[in-house]
């Protein structure tokens, strides 16, 4: 939950850019009709959308080991718990 807090200014900051981009692009397009579409912004875009896919799924991947690890730590905490307890 805590790199989820972390990460979602980012997010909001990213779903900013990504409308203001799309506003400018189409601005653009719009006022020079006879040259080719710029796709420098759209491929920026998708560079960054990437790239938060891929934060994303290392994320979820550091959580799922950690969730692991902490399972781990449980399981030694209980035996030996049930081993001290035994040896009364």
């Known amino acids: 939950m805590k790199h989820f807090i ?3 200014p980012l997010l909001l900051s990213l779903a900013l850019m990504v409308g203001c981009a799309s506003d400018f692009q189409s601005t ?3 006022s020079t009709p006879a040259s ?3 796709t420098s912004v759209q491929d920026s875009i998708d560079r960054m959308n990437q790239q ?3 934060d994303a ?3 979820a ?3 799922q080991f950690l969730a692991g690890m902490a399972a781990a730590q449980e399981t030694m905490n209980n035996a030996n718990n ?3 307890t035994s040896n009364w």
């Open 57 to 59: 799924a290392n994320a």
């Open 6 to 8: 972390s990460v979602l």
């Open 61 to 63: 991947a550091q959580q």
């Open 36 to 38: 080719s579409p710029d």
């Open 82 to 84: 049930n081993q001290t």
């Open 52 to 54: 938060m896919a891929t």
């Open 28 to 30: 653009e397009s719009e």
